[in-house]
């Protein structure tokens, strides 16, 4: 399975929304309502923020939402703020006990 | 709490094999799969496999198939990636994770991560 395909970077100010795409194939986030979402800190272990296409984990802030039409998961930062800047990633199910992540986004609060 | 501790960082020559550990607490081992992710210097997360302790069955990402062991210790609480002959592509750090939600790949924990260097 080759990686979903996310923008390599994006960015807005703080107080803006920002929103990171990540698109497959009907053979993974077209397929399926497993799509996750990560968010990774230089020199840390991704942390989940999103799972089941949009649920939240406990913890997470609401500012965190996320959706999927047809191929393409799409997860969205409302309100940024500093701390949100990091590396993102989508991942999903591919079938077969098969998985497969995004390429990753870096997030830059101007 | 749920903790996934893993071994220390490693160096390695171009050709060998290297074993990395990941030690589970705080859940029933057999109760969720075991995943192993790459991360390369500067690049992005890539899933290389998974085995179910309960039944030690493992799935592999195509891309590592036949350089890949996936094994589990039950007795131990612990889960090993085996990686055999290394290339400098491979150095990288290592993370294990488990799906405790969906066990579709909703990583909820992770290890700390293991750096492997390749290096002559």
């Known amino acids: 399975h080759s990686a979903l395909t996310q923008p390599p970077s994006a960015s807005g100010s703080p107080g803006q929304s920002v929103t990171i795409s990540c698109t497959g194939t009907s053979s993974d986030v077209g397929g399926y309502e497993y799509v996750s979402w990560y968010q990774q800190y230089p020199g840390k272990a991704p942390k989940l923020i999103i799972f089941?296409?949009?649920k939240r984990p406990s913890g997470v802030p609401y500012r965190f939402s996320a959706s999927k039409s047809g191929n393409t998961a799409s997860l969205t930062v409302s309100g940024l703020q500093t701390e949100d800047e990091a590396d993102y990633y989508c991942s999903s199910y591919a079938g077969s006990n098969n998985y497969v992540f995004g390429t990753g986004t870096k997030l830059t609060v101007l | 709490e749920v903790q996934m501790v893993q071994s220390g960082s490693e160096v390695r020559k171009p050709g060998t094999t290297v074993k990395i550990s990941c030690k589970v607490s705080?859940?029933?081992?057999?109760?969720?799969?075991i995943h192993w992710v790459q991360q390369a210097p500067g690049k992005g997360l890539e899933w290389m496999g998974l085995i179910d302790p309960e039944d030690d069955e493992t799935i592999y990402a195509e891309k590592f198939q036949g350089r890949i062991t996936i094994t589990a210790d039950t007795s131990a609480d612990t889960a090993y990636l085996d990686l055999s002959s290394l290339r400098s592509e491979d150095t990288a750090v290592y993370y294990c994770?488990?799906?405790?939600?969906?066990?579709?790949?909703?990583?909820?924990?992770w290890g700390q991560g293991t750096l492997i260097t390749v290096s002559s």
């Open positions: 994770a488990t799906d405790s939600v969906s066990g579709y790949g909703d990583y909820d924990y």
């Open positions: 705080g859940y029933t081992f057999t109760d969720y799969y």
């Open positions: 089941g296409v949009n």
